[in-house]
């Protein structure tokens, strides 16, 4: 039971190129073949761009083939693009291709799955047992969520005979498929549901609707917008759960026989069954304004409205897009009118928009009576909060011409520089968060409305010898990225989910379950928010030159291009506005990189670039 045969590969591969050429050609509008030239074979991981428009299809097992050939057709054509896996199942006794749950889980492989090891059964069975192994880098669960887990990927398939032929009698639920194939395959999306605030959303209006984007993985050619709301009522990932609730009553999905798309006018009708019809007027608007912005994600025209009705088609309501302005995702972010750091003379400065004069802003902090050195901006642009140039004391002022610098609100004793106060971080709510390094006493801490005493956050999953390096909190209050020195001193990158509990008297606040975020980097220098679910992280690679990526907060890679690079960048700032130009602190200054051009240089000197936030 060795390699497959090159004839039979030949065929395989011959029938896979035939389909995919005639689909390109039915797509252009050509009515001829070629009636010369070679076939090549068409490899899994070269089979489509993602973004085109040809279609795959697997290709059915062919008589006499032996068991590992059978399990490599299997393999293949799970990467077709077929709604319910025809072909794949063909490959799968009857009973089996009833059981089988391909959408139990996806494996994704670096270089995808491959047949190997070979075993006949013992004890007078008639069968035989392929090993299918490969390099695992994430998984993407039943509820669509991605998240990095890199390790071995090593599963049995059995295969007896079925009138004459191998077929896969056992197997795994779920898929592996390779890198490429998962990029060609699957589209990611962002589900919108609203930030569990907890008392806390009381201190803004319209605290209780506050959308917040959970990123899922699905199937980019299936039925896109029929899966996209499917997606959504099944409601929130589990990291995500916690912290955010949808409108949608329990229970709600499509009516029977649903399938959705956009009219000309860009509207969406969507019919509910019987739970989601028993929502009030109140609730309706809050569940269309999540479908809204949800597939507004998708379509690539807008989304003038959303229109909901009962099974029997009965209006439930109905919101423009207009009216969903009230739930825009992001809202809390601010305009982030202007870009702020720290200058030469240890003053917080600012520069106006597109502006490349800065200013020192007004009042107490861009007096440099206190010389500071890092600099953070509440999201309403009215409050400033910095760390003096040692990192030992944080100090909070309003930024107009009357504030006064005063005490500081938070003091740090650590003896070294580097063990002191991190950068500071502004959530939407108007809360400050900061980190005290001290090694003695490493702590997370949390100024409500930036004025409060601060209160110490519990983050459960920090391990012994474990602080905290730096912080951003998302404009939302619900998720914090957290820079992480490990005890051996490298520096990674994790995500957490920010629990809010207890009453406004007595609030419990804790940062939890951490996971990782761009696991191909050995050591982290920084990151920023740079949209709703991405961020821009700065790092290396093992024996690497440093790189400027983004990445999304379940830990995939974006779909960003690639960031031209720069020499030894101490910090970065972006905002989740995406229109936002990026900043960067390196050796060179504080530069900005525009939409479509190179890095230009702001100013040579000065440090520690912010955004509002």
């Known amino acids: 039971m060795g390699a497959e045969p090159r004839s039979r590969r030949t065929h395989r591969s011959r029938a896979v190129a035939v389909q995919l050429l005639a689909v390109a050609l039915l797509l252009s509008g050509c009515a001829s073949m070629p009636d010369e030239g070679s076939v090549d074979r068409v490899d899994s991981s070269h089979r489509a761009d993602p973004d085109s428009q040809v279609r795959v ?15 490599r057709g299997f393999l ?10 025809s072909t794949a199942k063909k490959y799968l006794t009857e009973r089996k291709a009833q059981e089988w749950e391909p959408f139990a889980s996806t494996s994704v492989l670096s270089d995808g799955p491959s047949p190997g090891k070979v075993r006949e059964d013992s004890g007078g069975r008639r069968g035989y047992t392929v090993e299918v192994s490969g390099s695992r880098m994430a998984e993407v669960d039943d509820k669509h969520a991605y998240s990095p887990r890199e390790g071995d990927y090593r599963e049995d398939f059995h ?13 795994p639920d779920g898929l592996a498929i390779g890198e490429s194939d998962f ?20 201190s803004i209006a319209g605290g209780k609707n506050v959308l917040v984007a959970d ?15 499917k997606a959504l009522l099944s409601g929130p990932t589990r990291w995500f759960e916690p912290v955010v609730t949808s409108a949608f009553p329990s229970g709600t999905r499509l009516a029977r026989g649903e399938r959705l798309s956009l009219d000309d006018s860009g509207a969406l009708s969507v019919r509910l069954n019987a739970e989601g019809a028993r929502a009030g007027l109140a ?16 379509a690539s025209a807008k989304v003038s409205r959303v229109h909901l009705a009962g099974p029997d088609g009965r209006t439930l309501c109905e919101r423009t897009r207009e009216q969903a302005e009230d739930f825009e995702p992001g809202r809390l972010n601010g305009r982030a009118a202007r870009q702020y750091f720290v200058d030469e003379e240890h003053r917080v400065s600012a520069f106006d928009g597109t502006s490349e004069e800065p200013r020192p802003v007004q009042g107490a902090l861009g007096q440099g009576e206190t010389e500071m050195g890092a600099v953070a901006v509440n999201r309403a642009e009215q409050e400033g909060a910095a760390v003096s140039r040692a990192g030992r004391a944080l100090y909070v002022a309003r930024l107009n011409a009357d504030s006064k610098l005063g005490e500081p609100v938070l003091t740090s004793k650590a003896k070294k520089e580097k063990d002191r106060l991190t950068a500071p971080s502004w959530d939407g709510l108007g809360d400050l968060w900061v980190a005290d390094r001290d090694p003695e006493d490493p702590r997370l801490l949390r100024l409500r409305g930036g004025k409060e005493k601060p209160e110490e956050v519990d983050v459960p999953d920090l391990r012994e010898g474990e602080r905290i390096e730096s912080l951003r909190i998302a404009s939302d209050g619900v998720r914090m990225a957290l820079r992480i020195r490990q005890e051996d001193g490298k520096r990674t990158l994790k995500l957490g989910r920010v629990q809010r509990a207890g009453s406004a008297e007595k609030p419990k606040v804790t940062v939890a379950e951490l996971r990782p975020l761009a696991p191909q980097f050995e050591d982290v220098a920084a990151v920023s ?26 830990g ?23 229109s936002k130009p990026l900043l960067a602190d390196s050796e060179d200054g504080i530069l900005r990189l525009p939409p479509d051009a190179n890095w230009k240089t702001l100013t040579d000197s000065g440090s520690s670039p912010a955004y509002p936030g």
């Open 57 to 71: 299809f697997g290709v059915s097992p062919q008589k006499g083939e032996r068991p590992q050939q059978i399990v």
């Open 76 to 85: 293949e054509a799970t990467t077709s693009d077929e709604a319910t896996f």
């Open 159 to 171: 295969l007896t005979k079925v009138r004459g032929e191998w077929r896969i009698d056992q197997l």
């Open 183 to 202: 990029q060609r395959i699957y589209r990611p999306i962002n589900n919108y549901y609203y930030a569990r605030l907890g008392a806390d959303a009381e």
């Open 215 to 229: 990123p899922v993985y699905l199937r980019r050619r299936i039925d896109p917008v029929t899966s996209t709301v």
């Open 283 to 298: 609730r309706c608007g809050r569940m269309a304004s999540q479908v809204l912005h949800t597939v507004q994600g998708q």
């Open 529 to 554: 928010w740079a949209g709703g679910s991405r961020l821009v992280v700065v790092g290396r690679e093992s024996g690497s030159v440093q790189q400027i990526q983004y990445t999304e907060t379940d």
């Open 556 to 578: 995939s890679g974006s779909n960003q291009p690639i960031l031209p690079g720069i020499n030894d960048v101490t910090g970065v700032a972006a905002s989740e506005d995406e």
